[in-house]
């Protein structure tokens, strides 16, 4: 169970990346997800809710395998965050994926609003909330946008 949750809690060692795991392995995950299966609407919905859930399991038990909270080479919760991100956009395009991607990836790493403090819960939802939440900052943005553009 313990090499089960390493291997999805680092997306099949994406991780392990030596440089901007979260960005280079987790997020782009996301991106890439994304962009195969948006046009199938439920079938992301589905995709996205089952890595949200694989994300809270994995990064907890994950944890406990690195020896400390939310270890840089957990990057599912960044996929799912991207995911959210992304998810219920009308518009599937080069230019919203790499807004979104960017938004995002300002929001994990900012956590404005406080969400810094939705780490503070234990286990695996405490490794996914913040960027649970900076998903769901970034889908707003991006609606705002499209509304205004």
């Known amino acids: 169970m313990r090499s ?29 997800i994304y962009w195969l299966l948006s046009p199938y609407k439920l079938i992301f919905f589905l995709v996205t809710l089952k890595i949200i859930l694989t994300a809270i399991w994995s990064s907890g038990k994950a944890e406990e395998v690195f020896g400390h909270k939310d270890d840089q080479r957990i990057v599912i919760d960044e996929t799912a965050g991207m995911l ?10 080069l230019f919203y994926l790499g807004l979104g991607f960017a938004v995002f990836r300002v929001m994990d790493i900012v956590k404005p609003l406080g969400l810094k403090k939705l780490q503070a819960s234990r286990g695996g939802w405490g490794v996914v909330a913040d960027d649970v939440a900076a ?14 553009v």
Request: net charge positive; with cysteine.
């Open 84 to 93: 959210i991100a992304m998810l219920g956009l009308p518009d599937k395009s």
């Open 4 to 32: 089960l949750a390493k291997l999805l809690a680092t997306c099949f060692y994406l991780g392990y990346i030596p440089i901007a795991p979260g960005t280079l392995g987790g997020s782009l995950l996301g991106a890439g």
């Open 135 to 148: 998903g769901l900052l970034t889908n707003i943005i991006l609606r705002i946008v499209i509304k205004i």
